[in-house]
């Protein structure tokens, strides 16, 4: 890599030492910044299917640097997220990001040098994984989004959610959490993955049946584009899934996903919003090679093929070389992110905070300090 990992962890170490408490004076779970200071997410500010990300940063960077400020901030943010397991219609499919992150990754860190005083996230994040549980339709997939007529929508998101599952049935020793993880991925191999390597983003299942219904383009250009954040949730699901279950059919799909998520990587490192977006537009979504770029480092763990990390390193110095704000009194760090294709109102070319998760997860991998929240 061009850039050395270890002062650009630095870097973000500092720039978080800064703004963590700006988050903490506001009271709020961030979701991106604006203006140079953090804003909330969108209904109730903790509900969002974000809110895991603010605390799995304060993890990373207390992992790596057992400074107690991080500590003490991902406590205080999570606690506002397992207020939210009395709203019910607020959540949906993303407990697996919201709660493996947070309360996971609380119970990962401390479960052997505290296993009384950890006791509680892991019933916090076991009762995540009934509720996302609870979604699974025995047709063969989860729900994803509560309006009733999304009832048979399932989305690739959802592959980044099923270690949430996994890491449920390894918990209990009962199989039936895994069992259900299975059949989505069964289904999400079978109806989204496409044969040149590209993912739908939506796809709909008829609730009573199973049988597919429709493609829907979702946050993507068009119908049967590739919404490049997308892609990267199904690179680094199957990868997950993979490690999950040493299943080969979803390594091949991981690989042939990074295959087509390598081939569109944009000369200067930066990622389209869409890889089927229309020439000479410049929308960029820095989110979706933050997370690829994990994935791919993953991926190249599990099979010994250092063609996905250099492929992951290259993303990961486009983002340092252009879309990083260092600068002192402004929080967040990654610019040029980009919420969906046809919403500008949601965030294009912002600073998200999901985007700053992946990037520190990435720079830790680099580092070796990632304590890998997803397992
Ligand atoms: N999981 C929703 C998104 O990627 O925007």
Redesign the pocket.
Known sequence: MRNHADEVFQRIVAKFRRSVPVAAEMGILPYKSENGTWISSPYDGNSW??GGFWPGLMWQLFAATKDEMFRTEARRAQDMLTAEFRTYDLLNH?TG?MYLLSTGADYKLHHASDPAGSRQARTDTLHAASLLMGRFNPVGYIRAWNEKYKMGYA?I?CM?NLSLLFWASRETEDPRFANAARIHADMTLREFVRPDGSVSHIIEIDPATGARVAEHPG?GYALGSSWS??QA?GLYGFTLAYINTKDERYLNAAKRIAAYFVAHIRPDGLTDCDFCQPEGEERIDN?AGACAACGLMELARVTGDDQWQAAAERLVDGLIDHCCDWSEDRCGILTHCT??YHDDGAGRHTNIT?GDYFLVEAIAKLNGTDPMLWL
């Open positions: 299917w974000t993303d990001f989305i998101d980044m946050q954040r997308g949730w989110i919420a969906s999901y």
